[in-house]
């Protein structure tokens, strides 16, 4: 009986992250920096002919499209500074105590999962809105802007994919910390 | 033994443990009973939130000439944010009614063993967590410019007209937060059974 124990405290106090999980969480970091830094400097000017009177010909005024002209796109460049930062963190935090604590172990789960949920919801608002840009709302009278942005439109594509890639990636921590939790029983 | 020793595991809690099941058992229980409360609390906020958007719709009457009157309808389904919100928090709620019927059963079987239902318990919960998270804000963006407008595009605010559709989109939205955050909570529980199951030993 005193040997088997012997045997379980060996496999507990060894590292509970691996190579696996040091590698996604630095694509996480990746994925997530180059999404909010693709929206955060995100800007486009156009001009649009605009006929005030019919007689005249049509006058060229100047627009601008910047990512904080919606609240979505900031809470999206936000959300993703955030989740930057947190991965930077645990890693820095998992190098330096090698895995071996695990107070610090039981803390980056919990916040890995206030990520996932994180990321996510800034993915569905931003592609909410982008929906509204690229397609309109008759029934609210709302007017596609894509036509005339497109180049900031397809930005904010690429960056919405990019950070949908970094949640799943937060997503695969957490399996491969489920099942370290569960293998080792 | 407090459960602060769990989590910081030493030689001597190691050994400590080698004469308390039935501790462990009853413990355990405690922590299925909050699990299937949780979780129908889940069902029912996701419910309600349904309902409650399901129900928002208003008429409003305009006068374009004098005598001649438009009926203007705000519904739901005319943005494809809500939809997707409608879709999801069914979804949540259907699982929500899955999740109790196992999670009591296993609470009533003889043995106490629940790690193997918590691990599956947390992939989808957290899965779950990510969708009802992005259907909340996919609809709180959508309801927001509703609400305030948004002067750059020219989209024009429609919650100083649509007053109660706008008020039953917001109960909503706020009744699907509380979901969200009922699945943390959830995943955090199959979190600390799962890693007191380790360190227990």
Known sequence: METQYKDVEVVNRGSSFNGKDLTLRFLALTLTLIAAVLLGVDKETTTVAITLVPSLPPVDLPVTAKWTHMSAFVYFVIANAISCTYAATSLIVILATSGKNKLASLVIIILDIVMVALLFSAVGATSSIGLIGYKGNSHVHWDKVCNVFNKFCHQVAIAVFLSFAGSITYLLLIVISALKLHKKF | ?201
């Not at chain 2, 699990?35 to 029912?44: N, T, Y």
């Not at chain 2, 947390?122 to 309801?143: C, E, K, N, R, Y």
């Not at chain 2, 979901?179 to 030993?201: E, G």
């Open chain 2, 1 to 201: 033994m407090s459960s602060f020793d769990a989590i910081i595991p030493t030689q001597a809690n190691a050994v400590k443990s080698s004469g308390s099941p039935p501790e462990y058992k009853s413990s355990t229980k405690k922590f299925e009973v909050f699990d299937a409360a949780l979780r129908v609390l889940l069902f029912a906020t996701a419910l309600v939130a349904i309902i409650v958007m399901a129900t928002s719709k208003q008429t409003k009457v305009f006068t374009l000439l004098p005598g001649m009157t438009v009926l203007v309808v705000a519904k739901f389904d005319q943005s494809p944010a809500f939809i997707y919100f409608v879709a999801a928090l069914s979804v949540a709620c259907l699982y929500s009614i899955i999740t109790v019927v196992l999670s009591i059963l296993a609470s009533m079987k003889k043995g106490g063993d629940t790690s193997n239902l918590h691990f599956y318990f947390m992939m989808f919960d957290v899965l779950l967590l990510g969708i009802v998270a992005s259907a909340t804000s996919a609809a709180g963006g959508v309801a927001y410019i509703g609400l305030k407008g948004n002067s750059h595009t020219g989209w024009a605010k429609i919650c100083n007209v649509y007053g109660s559709f706008c008020f039953h989109v917001a109960a909503s939205i706020v009744l699907s937060l509380i979901s969200s955050i009922t699945l943390l909570l959830l995943v955090w529980l199959s979190i600390y059974v799962l890693f007191k199951k380790i360190t227990r030993r």
